[in-house]
């Protein structure tokens, strides 16, 4: 069965601070692996990393792929207090079925003080 | 472009009765997926729908089952609600190419009492 470990669970920083997010996993026939931030309800799509993508920047955001250690980081610098989030890690993999479902972590709860 | 949209936003419903949750796709998508996320944990996986068939299903029993129209929309029912079965379910869109983002939306809060 495919797993996904997010560490820390939460985290509080002051603004400025630059933080690390990090993501384990294990899963049949690796596909991809995605972050996503969630606010309030909707998770919003960040990064997706796959075997021809293994980092992605965007802004003071930015992630990467280790296929090989099967894990993946979520980098965030210069923090604001909008950074203040859950962080959420899923993989997807081709164990048998159609478009892949997503395999969720339980998420880094990020607190940025001001 | 109005994104994934789900209805209602909030439920609450007693032990026993039965749920019915709606989803409407991204425009362009014809996959819907629908995850149930609990408190404090990442979405689950409930189960997927493209052309109008569950095409994929979680670890949930058959109390959960679903629905997916010739319009892409899909509709998640629940039956005989437990009160472990509160928490925010969530619906996701994406096209029928294989591994690409899927989009969310925001949501459905049930409460069981």
């Known amino acids: 069965e495919d797993k996904v470990v997010q560490s820390p669970l939460s985290l509080v920083v002051h603004e400025g601070d630059t933080v690390t997010l990090n993501c384990s996993y294990e899963v049949t026939n690796f596909r991809s692996l995605l972050w996503y931030k969630q606010e309030k309800k909707a998770p919003t799509f960040l990064f997706m990393l796959?075997?021809?993508?293994i980092e992605k920047k965007s802004g003071r955001l930015s992630s990467i792929l280790d296929k090989k250690e099967l894990f993946s980081i979520l980098n965030i610098t210069a923090t604001q207090t909008g950074d203040s989030a859950i962080y959420l890690c899923?993989?997807?993999?081709?164990?048998?079925?159609?478009?892949?479902?997503?395999?969720f972590g339980k998420g880094t709860l990020l607190t940025v003080n001001p | 472009d109005a994104g994934v949209t789900q209805s209602p936003t909030h439920l609450i419903k007693t032990r026993g009765q039965q749920v019915t949750l709606r989803c409407s796709p991204k425009s362009g998508h014809d996959t819907v997926s629908w995850y149930q996320q609990a408190l404090g944990q990442g979405p689950q996986f409930i189960f997927q729908?493209?052309?109008?068939?569950?095409?994929q299903r979680g670890n949930f029993p058959d109390r959960f089952s679903g629905h997916q129209f010739p319009n892409y929309s899909s509709e998640l029912n629940v039956n005989a609600l437990l009160l472990g079965d509160s928490a925010l379910y969530l619906c996701?869109?994406?096209?029928?190419?294989?591994?690409?983002?899927?989009?969310f939306g925001q949501g459905t809060r049930l409460t069981v009492v």
């Open positions: 899923a993989v997807r993999g081709d164990s048998g079925g159609s478009n892949y479902k997503l395999t």
């Open positions: 996701a869109s994406s096209p029928r190419v294989m591994n690409t983002e899927a989009f």
């Open positions: 796959t075997s021809s993508g």
């Open positions: 729908y493209y052309e109008e068939e569950e095409r």
